[in-house]
C-alpha cells in the first residue's frame, strides 16, 4: 500500500497508501473515507484527460486488494496472539486450582487440630466428643477460677502479713507508722484500703486486748480465746484505734464532700461502702443531709414570719368568699422540695449503695423539719385569724403536701422513670400523716368545725332570734306548750352568740366577721337592746343557702381530712347540727310564730290578717333542700356504719316531720279562720236583699255581702299561692270550697225570696262559683259540688214544670253538700220562695 520510489512510474495510476493507524482512529467514518478516495479519484481523472473521460477504478481496485491483503494478515497476527493468550490462562486456572486445594487441605488440617485440642481440654479421660456435654467442667475455666483463687490466696496472705505487722506496731509501740504511711500518701483507695484494715484491727483488739474494752470473760492466767500467753498488750489499743478512725472517719468525710462537689459519684460510692461498715453509715448520711444546701437556705429562712397582706386573710375568715388557698411561703416551700428531692434523689441512687436508707432520711430531714415547722407558723397565725381561717389553712395546706407526695410517688424518685418503690411510698404516707396527727387527733378537728358552724350559724341567726325573742307569745294553752322547746333552742343560740363575743379569746377578726354576719355593729353597747324589724323575723331562702353552703364547706374539709372509719360519726354531728339550727332554731321558729298568728285570728271580729301565710313558702323551699342535702350526701356519707346511718335517718325523719305538722296546723288553723270570717260575714247579709219592692235594685251586680266576702276570698287566693303551690296548695282550695259550698247551702235557706230577688240570688251565687273556680285551685270533684250553687239559684227563677223536671234528678238521704240536692234541701229552697203557696208550686212539693 506504500509507494515503491518516488522517481518510477507504474504502468497504473496508484492510488494514496494507508497504515492501520489510519482505520484504527477514533475519528475514522466510513463515508469520509469513501467521499475523500472519490474525490482524490476524481481528481485524477480530470488532470490526465478531457471531462468527459471514463472513470478508472483500477486505481482503486488495486488500494482495495492491498488494503484486503493488509487485513488478512494482521488477522493472522491476531489468531497467534490469541491463542498464545488462552494457553497462559489454562496455565493459571491449573495453578489456582491446585493452590485452592492445598489451602482446603490446610484448613481441613487446622479444624481436626482444634477439635482434637477441644476434645483433649473438655474431656481428659477420653470421653467420646458426642457426649461431652455431660463432661466434668470446662478445664480452661477451672484453671482460671485456681489462678484467681491463687491470687486472692496470695493477696489476703500479703493483708494478713500487713494486719499482723499494724497489729504489732499498736500493740507494742502504740503507734500505728505503716498505716499511717499509707493514709499520708493520699488517693481515695489508699484511704479505703486503710479504713478496712483498721476495721479488721479494730475487731482483733476486742479480741486480744479486752481490759481496753472492759472485758474480761474468758481471760485467765495469761490465756485469752484459746491464745497461750496472749496476754493483754502493752498499750491501750482501743484508743488508738479509735483515733484513728476517727481521723481517718473525718478525711472520708471529707473526700465524700469533695467528690460531691465534684460529682464524683464513683468515689462518692465507695467512701459510703466504707463508712458504712465504720458505723452503719450514720455519719456519711448526716453529713450528706445536714449538709444539704437545701437546709442551710432553710434554716436562714425558717425564723422569717409568715407574712400575708391582710387582704387573704380578711378572705380565709370571710364564709361567703371562696377560700384563697395554700399560704404563699408554704407553697414555695413545697414546690422547691419537689425539686429538691427529684434532683437529689438521682444523686444518692449513684452515691450509696444503701440509696433507700439515705432518701428516706433525707425525706424525713424535709418534711420533720423544713415542712413540718412551716407549717406550724402558717397554721399558728391562722388560728391568731378564726377558726375558720384555720380550718381553711389546714385543708388547703393538707390538699397541697398531699399533692406533692402523689407526683412523688409518680415520679418514682430513685426508681425514676418507674414509680417509687413501696418502702419509700410508705416513708411519704408516714410523714404525711405524722405531719397533720397533732390536728386531727381524737374529736379535735371536728369540734373545731362544729365550733366554728355554730358562730356562723348563731351570728346569722342572731336578729332573727331576737325578733321571736321579744314577739308577743300566747300566754297559755296548747301553742304555748307546742313552741316551748324551739324558744329554749332560740334563747340559747342568742345567749351562746352573746357570750362568744364576751370571750377573751376571740381573735379580732373572728369578732368582726360575726359582728358583720349578724348585721350588728360593734358600737352597740347592749346586744339585747338592738332594733329588729319584721324583715329580721321573716324566713329567708338566701340566709338557708348560705346556711347550708357553710356546711357543705364543712362536710368536704371533713370528707378530705378525716378519717375514712370516722367519717360517719363526724357526719353524724353535723347532721345534729343542722337539724337543730336550721330545723329548730330557725324553720321551727318560724312556723311556730306563724301559727300563733294564725290561732289569734280564729275568732276575731274584723277581717283577719293573714300576713303570716308567706312565710309557709320559705319554710317548705328550705325544709326540701335541707332534706336533699341531708338524704343525697350526709345519710351517703355514713353508709359504712349501719348505726350510725338509721340513727341519722331516724333524726332526719322526726325532725322533717315535725316541720310538716305544724305546716299543716298552719294550714288547719288559717283554714278554720276563713271558714269563720266568711261565716260571720254571711251572718251580715240582711233579710231584705232578697225581698226588693221594685226592679231598681236588679241594676247591682251583687248585694254587698256577696262583694265582701268574694273580694276577701280572691285576696285569700292571692296570699295561699305565695304560701304553698302543687298538690298542697290544691288541697288547701279543696277544703276551702268544700267548706263555702256547705256555708252558703245553709245560708240561702233563710232567706225569703221573690221574683226580683230570684235574680239576686242567682248573681250571687254566680260571682261566689266564678270566684271560687277561677282564683282557687280546686279539684274536678270538688268543682261539681260548687257548680251545685248555680242549680240553687235557678230553683229561685224558674216556673212549676221546670222545677217538676229538677225535682226528678233528685238524690236520697240526708242534707249535705253533695254533687245533687236531697229532697229535704229541695223543699226548703222552693219553700223560701214568695209564690211557693201558688198551685203548681204545691204541686211540685206535694209530688216530692
Given at each position: 500500500?506504500?509507494?515503491t520510489g518516488?522517481?518510477?512510474?507504474?504502468?497504473?495510476p496508484?492510488?494514496?497508501?494507508?497504515?492501520l493507524?489510519?482505520f484504527s482512529?477514533k475519528d475514522?467514518?466510513?463515508?469520509?473515507?469513501?467521499?475523500?478516495?472519490?474525490?482524490?479519484?476524481?481528481?485524477?481523472?480530470?488532470?490526465?484527460?478531457?471531462?468527459?473521460?471514463p472513470?478508472?477504478?483500477k486505481?482503486?481496485i488495486?488500494?482495495?486488494?492491498n488494503?484486503?491483503?493488509?487485513l488478512s494478515?494482521?488477522s493472522e497476527?491476531l489468531?497467534?496472539?490469541?491463542?498464545?493468550l488462552?494457553?497462559?490462562?489454562r496455565?493459571a486456572?491449573?495453578?489456582?486450582?491446585?493452590?485452592?486445594?492445598?489451602?482446603?487441605?490446610?484448613l481441613?488440617?487446622s479444624?481436626?487440630?482444634f477439635e482434637a485440642l477441644d476434645v483433649?481440654?473438655n474431656?481428659?479421660?477420653?470421653?467420646d466428643?458426642g457426649a461431652?456435654g455431660d463432661g466434668g467442667g470446662?478445664v480452661?475455666v477451672?484453671?482460671?477460677?485456681?489462678l484467681e483463687?491463687?491470687?486472692r490466696?496470695?493477696?489476703r496472705?500479703?493483708?494478713?502479713?500487713?494486719l499482723?505487722q499494724?497489729w504489732l506496731e499498736?500493740?507494742?509501740t502504740?503507734?500505728?507508722?505503716?498505716?499511717?504511711d499509707?493514709?499520708?500518701?493520699?488517693?481515695?483507695?489508699?484511704?479505703?484500703?486503710c479504713a478496712?484494715?483498721?476495721h479488721?484491727?479494730m475487731?482483733i483488739?476486742q479480741?486480744l486486748?479486752?481490759?481496753?474494752?472492759?472485758?474480761t470473760?474468758?481471760?485467765?492466767?495469761g490465756?485469752?480465746?484459746?491464745?497461750v500467753?496472749?496476754?493483754r498488750?502493752n498499750?491501750?489499743?482501743?484508743?488508738v484505734?479509735e483515733?484513728?478512725?476517727?481521723?481517718?472517719?473525718q478525711?472520708l468525710?471529707k473526700?465524700?464532700?469533695n467528690?460531691y462537689r465534684?460529682q464524683?459519684?464513683?468515689?462518692?460510692m465507695e467512701?459510703?461502702?466504707?463508712?458504712?461498715?465504720?458505723?452503719?453509715?450514720?455519719?456519711?448520711?448526716a453529713?450528706?443531709v445536714?449538709q444539704h444546701?437545701?437546709f442551710?437556705?432553710r434554716?436562714q429562712?425558717?425564723?422569717?414570719?409568715?407574712?400575708?397582706?391582710?387582704?387573704?386573710?380578711?378572705q380565709?375568715?370571710?364564709p361567703?368568699?371562696?377560700?384563697?388557698?395554700?399560704e404563699p411561703?408554704l407553697?414555695s416551700?413545697i414546690?422547691?422540695?419537689k425539686?429538691?428531692m427529684?434532683?437529689?434523689?438521682?444523686?444518692i441512687?449513684r452515691?450509696?449503695p444503701?440509696?433507700?436508707?439515705?432518701?428516706?432520711k433525707?425525706?424525713?430531714?424535709?418534711?420533720?423539719?423544713?415542712i413540718?415547722?412551716?407549717?406550724?407558723?402558717v397554721?399558728e397565725k391562722?388560728?391568731t385569724?378564726?377558726?375558720?381561717?384555720?380550718?381553711r389553712?389546714l385543708h388547703?395546706?393538707?390538699?397541697?403536701?398531699s399533692a406533692?407526695?402523689?407526683?412523688l410517688?409518680h415520679h418514682?424518685l430513685?426508681e425514676h422513670?418507674e414509680?417509687?418503690?413501696a418502702?419509700i411510698?410508705?416513708t411519704l404516707?408516714?410523714q404525711?400523716?405524722e405531719?397533720?396527727?397533732p390536728?386531727?387527733v381524737g374529736?379535735?378537728y371536728?369540734?373545731?368545725?362544729?365550733?366554728?358552724?355554730e358562730?356562723l350559724?348563731?351570728s346569722l341567726?342572731?336578729?332573727y332570734?331576737?325578733y321571736?325573742s321579744?314577739r308577743?307569745?300566747a300566754?297559755?294553752?296548747?301553742?304555748a306548750?307546742?313552741?316551748?322547746?324551739?324558744?329554749?333552742?332560740?334563747?340559747?343560740?342568742k345567749?351562746a352568740?352573746?357570750?362568744r363575743?364576751e370571750?377573751?379569746?376571740?381573735?379580732?377578726?373572728?369578732?368582726?366577721m360575726?359582728?358583720?354576719v349578724?348585721?350588728?355593729s360593734?358600737t352597740?353597747?347592749?346586744?339585747?337592746?338592738?332594733?329588729?324589724s319584721?324583715?329580721?323575723?321573716?324566713?329567708s331562702?338566701?340566709n338557708a343557702?348560705r346556711m347550708m353552703?357553710w356546711l357543705?364547706?364543712?362536710?368536704r374539709?371533713?370528707l378530705?381530712l378525716?378519717s375514712?372509719?370516722?367519717t360517719?360519726?363526724?357526719?353524724?354531728?353535723?347532721?345534729?347540727l343542722?337539724m337543730t339550727?336550721?330545723g329548730?332554731?330557725?324553720?321551727e321558729?318560724?312556723?311556730d310564730?306563724?301559727?300563733?298568728k294564725a290561732s289569734a285570728?280564729?275568732?276575731?271580729?274584723?277581717?283577719?290578717d293573714?300576713?303570716?301565710m308567706?312565710?309557709i313558702?320559705?319554710a317548705v323551699t328550705?325544709?326540701?333542700i335541707?332534706?336533699?342535702?341531708i338524704?343525697?350526701?350526709?345519710?351517703?356519707?355514713a353508709e359504712s356504719?349501719?348505726?350510725?346511718?338509721?340513727?341519722m335517718e331516724?333524726?332526719?325523719?322526726?325532725?322533717i316531720?315535725?316541720i310538716?305538722?305544724?305546716?299543716?296546723?298552719?294550714l288547719k288553723s288559717t283554714?278554720?279562720?276563713?271558714?269563720?270570717?266568711i261565716a260571720?260575714?254571711?251572718a251580715?247579709?240582711?233579710?231584705?236583699?232578697?225581698?226588693?219592692k221594685?226592679?231598681s235594685?236588679?241594676?247591682?251586680l251583687?248585694?254587698p255581702?256577696?262583694d265582701t266576702?268574694?273580694n276577701f276570698?280572691a285576696?285569700t287566693?292571692?296570699l295561699i299561692?305565695?304560701?304553698?303551690?302543687?298538690?298542697n296548695?290544691?288541697a288547701f282550695s279543696?277544703e276551702?270550697?268544700?267548706a263555702?259550698q256547705?256555708?252558703?247551702l245553709?245560708?240561702?235557706?233563710?232567706f225569703?225570696?221573690n221574683?226580683a230577688?230570684?235574680l239576686?240570688?242567682?248573681k250571687?251565687?254566680a260571682?261566689y262559683?266564678?270566684?271560687?273556680k277561677?282564683e282557687?285551685d280546686i279539684?274536678?270533684e270538688?268543682e261539681?259540688?260548687v257548680?251545685l250553687l248555680?242549680e240553687?239559684?235557678?230553683?229561685f227563677?224558674?216556673?212549676p214544670?221546670?222545677?217538676?223536671e229538677?225535682s226528678?234528678n233528685?238524690?236520697?238521704g240526708?242534707s249535705?253538700?253533695?254533687?245533687r240536692?236531697v229532697k229535704?234541701?229541695f223543699?226548703?229552697f222552693?219553700?223560701?220562695r214568695?209564690?211557693?203557696?201558688?198551685?203548681?208550686?204545691?204541686?211540685?212539693l206535694?209530688?216530692?
Amino acid at each position: 500500500m506504500e509507494r515503491t520510489g518516488s522517481g518510477s512510474r507504474a504502468l497504473f495510476p496508484r492510488g494514496p497508501s494507508y497504515s492501520l493507524e489510519d482505520f484504527s482512529n477514533k475519528d475514522f467514518i466510513v463515508r469520509d473515507f469513501v467521499d475523500t478516495l472519490a474525490e482524490n479519484a476524481t481528481s485524477a481523472n480530470r488532470r490526465s484527460g478531457p471531462a468527459s473521460a471514463p472513470f478508472d477504478p483500477k486505481p482503486l481496485i488495486r488500494t482495495f486488494e492491498n488494503a484486503l491483503q493488509g487485513l488478512s494478515n494482521l488477522s493472522e497476527e491476531l489468531q497467534e496472539k490469541e491463542s498464545e493468550l488462552l494457553s497462559q490462562v489454562r496455565r493459571a486456572e491449573a495453578q489456582h486450582d491446585q493452590t485452592l486445594d492445598t489451602l482446603g487441605r490446610k484448613l481441613d488440617q487446622s479444624i481436626d487440630s482444634f477439635e482434637a485440642l477441644d476434645v483433649s481440654l473438655n474431656n481428659p479421660n477420653g470421653v467420646d466428643r458426642g457426649a461431652r456435654g455431660d463432661g466434668g467442667g470446662n478445664v480452661a475455666v477451672q484453671i482460671g477460677e485456681k489462678l484467681e483463687e491463687l491470687d486472692r490466696k496470695r493477696r489476703r496472705a500479703q493483708d494478713a502479713n500487713f494486719l499482723i505487722q499494724c497489729w504489732l506496731e499498736v500493740s507494742e509501740t502504740g503507734e500505728l507508722t505503716s498505716l499511717q504511711d499509707i493514709r499520708r500518701q493520699g488517693g481515695a483507695e489508699n484511704k479505703v484500703r486503710c479504713a478496712v484494715i483498721a476495721h479488721q484491727l479494730m475487731r482483733i483488739s476486742q479480741r486480744l486486748d479486752l481490759a481496753a474494752w472492759n472485758q474480761t470473760n474468758g481471760h485467765r492466767n495469761g490465756i485469752t480465746n484459746g491464745v497461750v500467753g496472749a496476754g493483754r498488750p502493752n498499750h491501750n489499743t482501743r484508743e488508738v484505734l479509735e483515733k484513728f478512725c476517727e481521723t481517718l472517719e473525718q478525711d472520708l468525710l471529707k473526700q465524700f464532700n469533695n467528690s460531691y462537689r465534684k460529682q464524683n459519684f464513683d468515689d462518692m460510692m465507695e467512701c459510703a461502702k466504707v463508712l458504712h461498715d465504720f458505723n452503719g453509715g450514720a455519719s456519711v448520711i448526716a453529713v450528706f443531709v445536714n449538709q444539704h444546701q437545701f437546709f442551710i437556705d432553710r434554716d436562714q429562712l425558717i425564723t422569717d414570719e409568715v407574712t400575708t397582706d391582710g387582704e387573704t386573710w380578711d378572705q380565709l375568715a370571710d364564709p361567703d368568699q371562696d377560700p384563697p388557698g395554700v399560704e404563699p411561703s408554704l407553697q414555695s416551700l413545697i414546690d422547691e422540695v419537689k425539686i429538691v428531692m427529684q434532683e437529689e434523689s438521682f444523686i444518692i441512687r449513684r452515691a450509696f449503695p444503701y440509696y433507700e436508707t439515705v432518701l428516706i432520711k433525707f425525706i424525713q430531714r424535709v418534711f420533720q423539719q423544713s415542712i413540718q415547722q412551716r407549717l406550724e407558723m402558717v397554721l399558728e397565725k391562722a388560728e391568731t385569724i378564726s377558726t375558720l381561717a384555720f380550718l381553711r389553712s389546714l385543708h388547703a395546706s393538707r390538699n397541697y403536701i398531699s399533692a406533692l407526695i402523689e407526683d412523688l410517688k409518680h415520679h418514682g424518685l430513685t426508681e425514676h422513670p418507674e414509680p417509687c418503690s413501696a418502702q419509700i411510698a410508705q416513708t411519704l404516707d408516714q410523714q404525711m400523716e405524722e405531719l397533720f396527727v397533732p390536728y386531727m387527733v381524737g374529736n379535735s378537728y371536728i369540734e373545731r368545725e362544729k365550733k366554728s358552724l355554730e358562730e356562723l350559724f348563731n351570728s346569722l341567726l342572731f336578729k332573727y332570734n331576737i325578733y321571736h325573742s321579744r314577739r308577743k307569745k300566747a300566754p297559755t294553752g296548747f301553742m304555748a306548750s307546742l313552741a316551748q322547746q324551739g324558744s329554749q333552742l332560740m334563747a340559747s343560740a342568742k345567749d351562746a352568740y352573746l357570750e362568744r363575743l364576751e370571750s377573751s379569746d376571740l381573735t379580732p377578726t373572728q369578732k368582726t366577721m360575726m359582728l358583720r354576719v349578724a348585721g350588728v355593729s360593734d358600737t352597740d353597747k347592749n346586744k339585747n337592746e338592738i332594733e329588729v324589724s319584721e324583715e329580721d323575723g321573716v324566713l329567708s331562702t338566701a340566709n338557708a343557702k348560705r346556711m347550708m353552703r357553710w356546711l357543705a364547706e364543712s362536710v368536704r374539709r371533713t370528707l378530705e381530712l378525716g378519717s375514712v372509719n370516722e367519717t360517719p360519726k363526724d357526719v353524724a354531728i353535723l347532721l345534729n347540727l343542722l337539724m337543730t339550727n336550721m330545723g329548730q332554731v330557725y324553720i321551727e321558729t318560724g312556723l311556730d310564730a306563724a301559727l300563733e298568728k294564725a290561732s289569734a285570728q280564729e275568732n276575731v271580729k274584723i277581717e283577719p290578717d293573714l300576713s303570716y301565710m308567706p312565710l309557709i313558702r320559705p319554710a317548705v323551699t328550705i325544709t326540701s333542700i335541707m332534706s336533699r342535702f341531708i338524704t343525697t350526701v350526709l345519710v351517703r356519707l355514713a353508709e359504712s356504719n349501719t348505726t350510725v346511718r338509721r340513727s341519722m335517718e331516724a333524726q332526719t325523719k322526726m325532725g322533717i316531720e315535725s316541720i310538716e305538722k305544724k305546716t299543716n296546723s298552719i294550714l288547719k288553723s288559717t283554714l278554720d279562720v276563713l271558714t269563720n270570717w266568711i261565716a260571720k260575714s254571711l251572718a251580715n247579709q240582711k233579710k231584705i236583699d232578697y225581698l226588693p219592692k221594685d226592679d231598681s235594685v236588679l241594676e247591682n251586680l251583687q248585694t254587698p255581702t256577696c262583694d265582701t266576702i268574694c273580694n276577701f276570698l280572691a285576696r285569700t287566693a292571692r296570699l295561699i299561692n305565695q304560701a304553698v303551690d302543687g298538690a298542697n296548695h290544691q288541697a288547701f282550695s279543696t277544703e276551702l270550697a268544700v267548706a263555702v259550698q256547705r256555708l252558703l247551702l245553709e245560708h240561702f235557706k233563710k232567706f225569703k225570696v221573690n221574683a226580683a230577688g230570684g235574680l239576686m240570688v242567682t248573681k250571687d251565687i254566680a260571682k261566689y262559683v266564678s270566684t271560687l273556680k277561677g282564683e282557687w285551685d280546686i279539684s274536678k270533684e270538688t268543682e261539681g259540688a260548687v257548680d251545685l250553687l248555680t242549680e240553687i239559684g235557678y230553683l229561685f227563677i224558674i216556673g212549676p214544670e221546670a222545677l217538676r223536671e229538677r225535682s226528678r234528678n233528685l238524690a236520697s238521704g240526708p242534707s249535705g253538700g253533695g254533687k245533687r240536692l236531697v229532697k229535704a234541701d229541695f223543699k226548703t229552697f222552693v219553700s223560701n220562695r214568695e209564690d211557693y203557696r201558688s198551685v203548681g208550686i204545691q204541686s211540685v212539693l206535694a209530688g216530692l
